[in-house]
């Protein structure tokens, strides 16, 4: 039987974290965000693109460490105005919920504020004559998401465009465990360090940064019209997560909304375990002797982590028994949705 399974969260009720990056790669669903998040110092997990942050250190080497800092914090106070601006018109009554319910001439003077708030902290960072312009892409329930893009004079990127998702609430009390701020940074996190490479070679996005004190996300931005060239990875049986969501959430095959995932039957948040199970489940070819080699490695009372390996086992032979495809069902519902949209 597998070993029962505990949170980290409890470890730091009276020692409260310096980083919230390795709790995050653990575990996901955490009963306790509103416990153990606020008193973290640095509450961003992540960073710029790397396409950026080459840029800075290419051109300012001495200064770089706090142009950096000077950019999260441009994107901390236009995530933190924005969200400010939107209780103000929904206490006028512009707006019920959505900023996509404003008048066009309202929407415009909004994004050329959230303009002027970044660009008056980057702009020494930025080329003379550089444009930064955001867009509306639309909003749900958790936040709105905007496009952001920079551009040197040339109308060259100096980064990928990428997306930002504002959230309502920096704290949010509705299905706190798979949504909102912290939920979506935990999920970022756990599975891009369980993919083992960029997120962005798989089906997902990528994930650049979290601010969770400012309340935003900031990811990759993925084109309607855009070629993209990845390898779907079965995260249910992989990873033990699964999400309704991510069927809805995804632009060209992509999912861009890390939303509404949760740990399925066969999750396991140890390390020594999950690396022993994920290599019989990525070598097919050789499964049967790897189970016969971990198998006498965990009946041998000396073998270091001898529980753990047998855990890995039982966790792989109760996945043989789940004979679901998920992988397929995804393809399969992807291509139904593509089909009736045509």
């Known amino acids: 039987m597998l070993g029962k399974i505990t949170s980290l969260a409890h470890k730091y009720e009276k020692c409260p974290l310096s980083r919230l990056k390795r709790v995050f790669q653990a575990d996901i669903n955490y009963q306790t965000y509103d416990e153990f998040v606020p008193p973290v110092k640095n509450q961003i997990i992540g960073n710029l693109p790397s ?13 770089k460490g706090e142009l950096i800092k000077k950019f999260q914090k441009g994107l901390a106070l236009t995530a933190m105005f924005t969200r400010a601006n939107w209780r103000k018109m929904q206490r006028e009554g512009k707006i019920i919920q959505g900023l996509d319910r404003l008048a066009e001439n309202e929407k415009h003077t909004l994004l050329t504020q959230m303009r002027n708030v970044l660009f008056s902290n980057i702009h020494e960072i930025l080329p003379k004559n550089s444009a930064v312009q955001f867009e509306l892409l639309g909003n749900g329930a958790m936040g709105h998401a905007f496009k952001l893009s920079i551009k040197d004079a040339s109308g060259k990127r100096l980064m990928p465009d990428a997306a930002m998702k504002i959230y309502h609430d920096v704290q949010n009390d509705i299905a706190a465990e798979m949504h909102g701020n912290y939920a979506e940074a935990n999920i970022s996190t756990f599975l891009k360090r369980a993919l083992g490479h960029k997120m962005e070679k798989s089906q997902f ?22 070629e993209y060239t990845y390898d779907f990875v079965d995260y249910s049986k992989k990873f033990g997560v699964n999400s309704l969501d991510a069927v809805k959430n995804f632009i060209n ?90």
């Open 205 to 226: 996005a990528a994930h650049y940064m979290s601010d969770l004190k400012s309340g935003y996300t900031l990811s990759e931005f993925i084109h309607h019209d855009g």
């Open 51 to 63: 396409e950026m942050i080459d840029y800075i250190v290419k051109n300012f080497p001495e200064q």
């Open 253 to 342: 095959g992509k999912i861009f909304d890390m939303g509404g995932f949760k740990k399925q039957w066969n999750f396991c948040s140890d390390k020594v375990t999950m690396r022993y199970y994920k290599k019989l489940v990525n070598n097919p070819q050789i499964t049967d002797k790897l189970l016969e080699r971990y198998q006498a490695l965990a009946d041998n009372p000396k073998t270091p982590h001898q529980t753990k390996i047998q855990d890995a086992i039982d966790l792989f032979q109760i996945s043989r028994l789940n004979k679901r495809n998920y992988i397929q069902e995804y393809m399969d519902l992807w291509k139904k949705i593509l089909t009736d949209s045509e």
